[in-house]
DNA sequence: GTCTATAGGCTGATAGAC
DNA sequence: GTCTATCAGCCTATAGAC
């Protein structure tokens, strides 16, 4: 059973399985603690490698913290931007941002909400110009969608923008939280039904699409509202 | 000008003094940078007090901590409670509970909605079981507007659990990410218009109000789920 | 009550052996 | 590439002077 792949090309994979390693472990604990949280020996342990190792790839702990985030952040922000360009309603649309968004929190990306968060409760402070930007792109998605629904007449004439931060807000909090509510679950002080991932989305689907939906008659809305 | 107090009556209210500063400082950097970004050195500056007060009226950083999360929490979950007792109907009362945190968020209370969601990312991990309750106990009151209005008939019948999740999380984003904002507006990044307070609370009672309304023909929307 | 001085622990980074 | 050993810096907490 001798390894007769070439000794650099070895080492070259090697390296890369350390650097996967620490970016895995690094991204578990950066979310759950926040970057003042995790020290540098905790993310080498849950590694299983040398913490020496972190300045070795990557050149230092907000480097590494850096690569992490951007590299879940692009992950979410490529897929969403890939929607608007399909030529569908936009109801549907926003049914399927809303999936695509659940989708990456629960399986493909899980620890991408609470990053979000975070950063976005720091100001993005720790971020270059490039990375506060995916917010940014995210929204741009939601305002392609939503000016398409006006315009189609499938959405009364709402702004794009707290759209979208209604829309993303409450995805990323949802998904942020489920550990909390796993816990006050297991101690008995909440309800254990209802709360799941899936339930959720299609909470939020009905609840835009209806908040959202061109209305077909206000004339008891507009009452009250004059009165 | 003497100050003619008894010395111990000053005494009591310099120390009075020491601690609300130390809770003021405390309050706005632990809600910018976390637990973990604050050195006690950065509050005792800040308050203008030596930091070992921090030890001496609190007894160190984390019962400080603590103090002014606890008592940040209580502010709003006490004016939020009561709401329902009074008898007006379940969509005056949502709008009244939107309106209310976002005062709170912005007048009374501007560093709450950054506070909580760093201690729900957290899990609630550095919180004492009276603290974590604080999230149920809003939940509760949303659940009790939420199935009022579907007794009476003006929402339709939805999980009270989940509308208050996407109602508190949008709102908690919105507010904790107003830096954000202000600082991608002064760089030009984000259009600055329409993405003030009033405008979000207004936005949200109306996607809440419609999104949660009785539908008063379900025939369309029956047809296409059915196909 | 408040301050200074200092103890003691932990963190991130790195030099050097392998 | 990886590991061990070590360092300087910053942190919280506290003893003791005032």
Redesign the interface.
């Known amino acids: 059973m001798v390894d007769k792949t070439p000794r650099t090309t070895r080492r070259r994979r090697d390296a890369e399985a350390t650097q996967r390693k620490l970016v895995v472990a690094g991204t578990r604990l950066f979310a ?6 995790v020290a540098l020996s905790a993310i080498a342990a849950r590694a299983g490698v040398n913490k020496a190792m972190v300045s070795y790839h990557f050149g230092g702990k907000r480097k590494l913290y850096l690569a992490i985030v951007t590299a879940t952040f692009a992950d979410i922000v490529a897929r969403a931007e890939t929607l608007p360009a399909s030529g569908r309603p936009a109801p549907d649309l926003l049914r399927e941002l809303i999936a695509l968004i659940a989708e990456t929190a629960t399986r493909r990306t899980p620890d991408f909400p ?1 990053m979000m ?2 950063e ?5 402070k720790r971020l270059g ?1 490039e990375t ?2 995916y ?2 792109r995210v929204a741009a998605v939601v305002r392609r969608i939503v000016e398409r629904g006006v315009r189609e007449g499938s959405f009364r004439p ?2 794009p ?3 979208h ?10 998904f ?2 489920t ?2 509510r796993e ?2 679950m297991a ?1 008995g ?3 254990a039904n ?2 799941d991932g899936a ?2 989305v299609k ?2 689907q ?8 061109a ?2 008659n206000r004339s008891r809305r507009a009452a009250r509202r004059a009165s």
Not at 120 to 124: C, E, R
Not at 165 to 174: A, C, E, I, T
Not at 206 to 213: S, V
Request: proline share 2%.
């Open positions: 759950e603690r926040g970057y003042d949280g609470a968060l975070r976005v409760l720091a100001g993005g110009s506060v930007a917010p940014l709402v702004d923008l707290l759209t931060l209604s829309l993303v807000g409450s995805l990323l909090f949802f942020a939280t550990r909390l816990r006050l101690e002080r909440l309800r209802a709360a339930s959720y909470h939020m009905d609840l835009l699409i209806d908040g959202l939906a209305r077909r």
